[in-house]
C-alpha cells in the first residue's frame, strides 16, 4: 500500500547523525583505554544457542525466563535442508556466556593466562521499555580470564574507571561493591538468609515472598519498601564470608583505596546473573541511590568456565551500557573532543578539474594526509563551508581555468591566505605548508 507507513521496533531508536560521535568517541575510548591494558578484541556472534544462556546466565533469572528473543528461521525449511531443526537460537542478551563459550571452542585454555579479551555491540533483552531501558542496547563488555587474584578484580574495575574519567563523568559516578562468596561459604549465606528471611515471610512484599525459596539472594535486591526494612535489620553477606573471602575482599578494597577510585560498600548488591561469586560492583550515577539505571556492573565469576564444560578457571569481567552513559553525558552537556576528519580539502569544479585531481587526492592519501574531495554541485560558498566542517586547514579548488592553467588555488583557512600553485608543485607544497 502506498501510505503505508513503518516505525522502529518497539524499545528501539536510531543513533542519527547528530549523535554519532557520542557513540564514536566512546567506542574509541574503550578500544584505546582496553587494548592500553593488555586487553584484545573479540567479536562473538549476535545469535547464539538458547541453552548457552540458560545455563551460563542462569535459568532462574529475569534475563533469561522472560527477557530474551528468539531467532527462528522466518521462511519454512526446505525438505532437503539437512540442519538440524531442533536447536533453538536466542539473540545475546549480554556478552559474557557467547565469549566464554568462544574461549572454550577456540582453545584459548591453552593459551598462556590470563586472557584478557573485550568487545562492545548490541544486545537485546524483551523488557518493558521506558526511559534508560531498551530492547535493543549496547554494551561494552570486557573479561579477564584464568587468574583468580584480587589484583584481576582491580583490574577491571579500574578499567571500568577510566572509561568514566575519560568520559568527564567520574566526578558524577560511584561504584558500589559487595562480595558474595565462594563454593565453600556460598551456602551458609544461603542458609542464614533463607533461615531469617523465612522467619519473616510476613513482613515481606507479597512480591518477594515466592523469591525466598527459589533464590534467597535476588531478595536483597528488592526495590519494595517493605522488603527493604526487612532486608536492612537482617545478616549481612560480608559478615557471612570464609576467612578467603575476607582476606580476598579485603585486599580489593585496599587496592581501590590506594588508586583513590571512590566506592560504596553495599551489603545488599546482588545483581541479576546467577554466576557472579566473590567480588561483585556495579556502577551508578551519584544522584540514583536506587540504582534503578546503573551505568554498569560486574564481577567475578569463578565457577562460569566450569560450568560450560572447562577446566575450573576463575574470571572476572564487567559491562557497562552505552546507551545509559551516552545519555547522562548529554545530560551533563559533555563536549567531546571533535575529531579532525580532514587536513585537506579538496573541490573540483567540473568533470576535467576531477580527472586532474583525483591522482592529487591519491598522493596526500598515500602521504597519510587526511584529504576529502568533493564532486558535488554545491557552489564554492557551501564547498568551502563543509571543508571548515570537517576541520580542514587547507582547500584546493581547481576549475575549469585552473586546469587550463595547469594550477590550482590554495586556500589556507587557518592563516586566511590564498595563492595560486602550478600543479607540478602541489603536492610538494602541501606537505610543506602542513608540516
Ligand atoms: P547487566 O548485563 O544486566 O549487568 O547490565 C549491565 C549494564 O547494561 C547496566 O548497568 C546498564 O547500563 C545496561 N543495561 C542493562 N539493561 C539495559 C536496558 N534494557 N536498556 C539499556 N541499558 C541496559
Not at 117 to 144: A, C, H, N
Request: charged share 30%.
Amino acid at each position: 500500500m502506498a501510505n503505508e507507513r513503518f516505525q522502529s521496533p518497539r524499545g528501539t531508536y536510531d543513533i542519527l547523525p547528530k549523535d554519532a560521535p557520542y557513540w564514536r568517541f566512546t567506542r574509541q575510548v574503550l578500544r584505546e583505554e582496553a587494548e592500553s591494558s593488555g586487553f584484545q578484541r573479540i567479536e562473538v556472534p549476535m545469535f547464539e544457542e538458547k541453552r548457552l544462556f540458560e545455563r551460563a546466565t542462569g535459568d532462574t533469572t529475569d534475563v533469561v525466563t522472560k527477557e530474551m528473543f528468539g531467532v527462528v528461521r522466518a521462511s519454512k525449511m526446505a525438505e532437503t535442508d539437512k540442519e538440524d531443526s531442533s536447536q533453538e537460537f536466542v539473540l545475546r542478551p549480554e556478552f559474557t556466556p557467547g565469549i566464554i563459550r568462544s574461549y572454550l571452542e577456540q582453545g584459548m585454555q591453552a593459551l598462556p593466562q590470563p586472557v584478557k579479551l573485550y568487545t562492545d555491540g548490541p544486545v537485546f533483552r524483551y523488557s518493558r521499555p521506558q526511559k534508560g531501558r531498551y530492547r535493543q542496547f549496547q554494551q561494552m563488555d570486557y573479561e579477564i580470564i584464568g587468574d583468580g587474584s584480587a589484583a584481576s578484580d582491580v583490574a577491571v574495575i579500574l578499567l571500568t574507571w577510566n572509561l568514566f574519567k575519560r568520559l568527564g563523568l567520574a566526578d558524577s559516578v560511584i561504584v558500589d561493591i559487595n562480595s558474595l562468596g565462594d563454593a565453600k561459604c556460598r551456602p551458609k549465606m544461603r542458609k542464614a538468609l533463607l533461615d531469617y528471611l523465612s522467619q519473616n515471610l510476613n513482613k515481606l512484599a507479597s512480591f518477594d515472598v515466592a523469591r525466598v525459596q527459589k533464590n534467597p539472594f535476588r531478595v536483597l535486591d528488592s526495590q519494595e519498601p517493605k522488603t527493604i526494612a526487612v532486608v536492612k535489620a537482617g545478616p549481612q553477606l560480608v559478615d557471612l564470608l570464609c576467612d578467603d573471602c575476607k582476606r580476598e575482599f579485603k585486599q580489593v578494597l585496599e587496592l581501590l583505596d590506594e588508586l583513590g577510585i571512590p566506592y560504596n560498600l553495599d551489603p545488599y548488591l546482588v545483581r541479576g546473573l546467577d554466576y557472579y561469586t566473590r567480588t561483585t560492583f556495579e556502577i551508578r550515577r551519584k544522584d540514583d541511590e536506587t540504582r534503578q539505571n546503573s551505568l554498569g556492573g560486574g564481577g567475578r565469576y569463578d565457577g562460569l568456565v566450569e560450568l560450560l564444560g572447562g577446566r575450573p578457571t576463575p574470571a572476572v569481567g564487567a559491562a557497562p551500557g552505552m546507551d545509559r552513559i551516552i545519555e547522562y553525558m548529554q545530560e551533563k552537556e559533555i563536549k567531546i573532543p571533535e575529531t579532525k576528519l580532514t587536513d585537506v580539502f579538496v573541490v573540483a569544479i567540473g568533470e576535467h578539474a576531477l580527472k586532474v585531481t583525483i591522482p592529487l587526492v591519491e598522493a596526500l592519501k598515500a602521504k597519510e594526509i587526511l584529504t576529502g574531495v568533493s564532486m558535488a554541485r554545491d557552489g564554492l560558498k557551501e564547498q568551502l563551508a563543509l571543508a571548515t566542517r570537517l576541520g580542514a586547514r587547507l582547500v584546493i579548488i581547481v576549475g575549469e581555468r585552473e586546469v587550463r592553467d595547469q594550477s590550482a588555488i590554495v586556500k589556507d583557512l587557518d592563516q586566511g591566505s590564498q595563492e595560486t600553485i602550478p600543479l607540478g608543485d602541489l603536492k610538494a607544497s602541501v606537505v610543506k605548508k602542513l608540516s
